[in-house]
């Protein structure tokens, strides 16, 4: 009843930006938080970003703070990721999700609902 579609990866130099986007359908009232995952060749899947869906702070894995932004767009059901500074090692596919109410959302625990992701390759 929740689906999530990611646009916007792509190939980039190292130092240079992309913009993903996130688009929810379906019973968007039953999300609580939008997060941010990645999943890098040979890696585990990890917590990016999330955002609480009402507002409020917003928060990020140590690797990308201060290089990324989370954002919302709540009259579009959106939310997006804009990536500044790429790194070689932000190479990954990157997978938006959202989740209901609950504890340790801004973790990144309890995240329900899954995009099938989008690839983005950043060059050194």
């Known amino acids: 009843q929740v689906q999530l579609v990611e646009s916007g990866g792509g190939l980039v130099q190292a130092g240079g930006s992309l913009r993903l986007s996130c688009a929810v359908s379906?019973?968007?009232?039953?999300?609580?938080?939008r997060g941010w995952f990645r999943q890098g060749p040979g890696k585990e899947r990890e917590f990016v970003a999330a955002?609480?869906?009402?507002?409020?702070?917003?928060y990020y894995a140590d690797s990308v703070k201060g290089r990324f932004t989370i954002s919302r767009d709540n009259a579009k059901n959106t939310v997006a990721l804009q990536m500044n500074s790429l790194k070689p090692e932000d190479t990954a596919v990157y997978y938006c999700?959202?989740?209901?109410?609950?504890?340790?959302?801004?973790?990144?625990?309890?995240?329900?609902?899954w995009g099938q992701g989008t690839q983005v390759t950043v060059s050194s």
């Open positions: 999700a959202a989740r209901g109410p609950g504890p340790d959302w801004d973790r990144g625990f309890g995240y329900d609902y």
């Open positions: 955002i609480k869906w009402s507002g409020g702070p917003t």
């Open positions: 379906g019973r968007t009232t039953s999300t609580y938080a």
